[in-house]
T-cell receptor
Framework: DAMVIQNPRYQVTQFGKPVTLSCSQTLNHNVMYWYQQKSSQAPKLLFHYYDKDFNNEADTPDNFQSRRPNTSFCFLDIRSPGLGDAAMYLC???????????????FGPGTRLTVT | QKEVEQNSGPLSVPEGAIASLNCTYSDRGSQSFFWYRQYSGKSPELIMFIYSNGDKEDGRFTAQLNKASQYVSLLIRDSQPSDSATYLCAVKLRVSGGSNYKLTFGKGTLLTVNP
């Protein structure tokens, strides 16, 4: 089945120790998104890739970076995790329609990040 | 002003009843509207989307959109305990000056269906 996969599902890192979260998709969607979701809050968009074009949200801290080496994979790098970065990180994908609008977004299972 | 607002709940309904979830949005340029279901500790799952004014039905779910009132709702008929989850309303908006779109989520409404 076509799907969005995230690894690992659970990640524990130490304060200040860089961590990378992975997302892959078999949907062949050209847009990939990274969201941060804290308990009882809405998912917050960090950035997205439209093909290779990177789009950063204005309020995304510099501590968060992303890479998309090919259509299928996208990575979220947290350079120096702080305690406040503990959250669920969600990857989502969508497809660009003819005419330019985006299809609906499909989410992966998420990675729960704990910072100790 | 918050962009997408939902009553956080919890909304509690008995099994078999109709659950009504509501969402308002601030930007009249919003083009598409989505309802996601999120179980505790899980990722959001798309259950409905609607683009045009009126009603859209899919099984036990009906989405209703009123662009003039900037209001979108989700009705769940014959509610089941397995429907107990947080329901997120999301609104798609074109990012100004570009061809990119952004999905803005409400905080969600926690629905509990009691057996």
């Amino acid at each position: 089945d076509a799907m969005v996969i995230q690894n690992p599902r659970y990640q524990v890192t130490q304060f200040g120790k860089p961590v990378t979260l992975s997302c892959s998709q078999t949907l062949n969607h050209n847009v990939m998104y990274w969201y941060q979701q804290k308990s009882s809050q809405a998912p917050k968009l960090l950035f997205h890739y439209y093909d290779k074009d990177f789009n950063n949200e204005a309020d995304t801290p510099d501590n968060f970076q992303s890479r998309r080496p090919n259509t299928s994979f996208c990575f979220l790098d947290i350079r120096s995790p702080g305690l406040g970065d503990a959250a669920m990180y969600l990857c989502a994908t969508s497809r660009i329609r003819a005419g330019g609008s985006h299809d609906e977004q499909y989410f992966g299972p998420g990675t729960r990040l704990t910072v100790t | 002003q918050k962009e997408v607002e939902q009553n956080s709940g919890p909304l509690s309904v008995p099994e078999g009843a109709i659950a009504s979830l509501n969402c308002t949005y601030s930007d009249r340029g919003s083009q598409s509207f989505f309802w996601y279901r999120q179980y505790s500790g899980k990722s959001p799952e798309l259950i409905m989307f609607i683009y045009s004014n009126g009603d859209k039905e899919d099984g036990r779910f009906t989405a209703q959109l009123n662009k003039a009132s900037q209001y979108v709702s989700l009705l769940i008929r014959d509610s089941q305990p397995s429907d107990s989850a947080t329901y997120l309303c999301a609104v798609k908006l074109r990012v100004s000056g570009g061809s990119n779109y952004k999905l803005t989520f409400g905080k969600g409404t926690l629905l509990t269906v009691n057996p």
